[in-house]
Structure formats: structure tokens, C-alpha cells
Nanobody, 124 residues
């Protein structure tokens, strides 16, 4: 059974940093591309960042480029999202996902497995 478990969310002030983690089990982690998305209840899922299976190629949404960094540890089977200079508009539920394409795709439909999410609240 594939499991993706996010952690690291919380309440912070604008300008602070957080690091989200996504622990994967039940899949051959090193062949999957990994992505982070965010979504408010009732709204569309928004791409945040993705990393290829090798960990070398990454993609970022324009709204987070230069502030967020995605990385992965193919030994520990963990994907990270380092979030710096957080803004109130970053407040959201953050989800990690795994895509069998192995690529850092921005398209939610190309992801096969999803975590349950972790909440990030950034106060002004």
C-alpha cells in the first residue's frame, strides 16, 4: 500500500520559514517524480513545485520561485519543501504527490498518489 505522509506545517508569521516533509512508503521512491501542490477547500489544486526522480531537475510556480526549494532524499524516501520568506498568501493546505512519469510535471492529473496534506498558516 502506497502512503505519502506530509509533516512540518504550522502557524508562522510573514517572513518566517518552514520546511515541509513528505515520507513515502510502499513504492519504489526513486523512480517517481514528486510534487507539492496546495489547495483551499472548494478551490482548484495549485501547483507549487516538483522534482524529477533523479533530484536534479525541478520546476516551480512563479508565485514561489526564489522563495521555495524542493529536494528529495532517495535513500530516506523523503521529499522536502523548504519555504522561506513566507507570505500570508501562502496560507493553504499543502499536499505532496508522486508521479510514475518520473518527471517534474505541473499537471495534477499526471500524479498517481497523494498524501492527506498539511496545513500552513502565515499571519501578517
Amino acid at each position: 500500500q502506497v502512503r505519502l505522509v506530509e509533516s512540518g506545517g504550522g502557524l508562522v508569521q510573514a517572513g518566517d520559514s518552514l520546511r515541509l516533509s513528505c515520507a513515502a512508503s510502499g513504492l519504489t521512491f526513486s523512480v517517481y517524480g514528486m510534487g507539492w501542490f496546495r489547495q483551499h477547500p472548494g478551490k482548484e489544486r495549485e501547483f507549487v513545485a516538483a522534482v524529477a526522480r533523479s533530484g536534479v531537475i525541478t520546476q516551480y510556480a512563479d508565485t514561489v520561485k526564489g522563495r521555495f526549494t524542493i529536494s528529495r532524499d532517495n535513500v530516506k524516501n523523503i521529499t522536502y519543501l523548504q519555504m522561506n520568506s513566507l507570505k500570508p498568501e501562502d496560507t493553504n493546505f499543502y499536499y505532496c504527490a508522486a508521479t510514475g512519469t518520473g518527471r517534474p510535471t505541473r499537471l495534477p492529473d499526471q500524479y498517481d498518489f497523494w498524501g492527506r496534506g498539511t496545513q500552513v498558516i502565515v499571519s501578517s
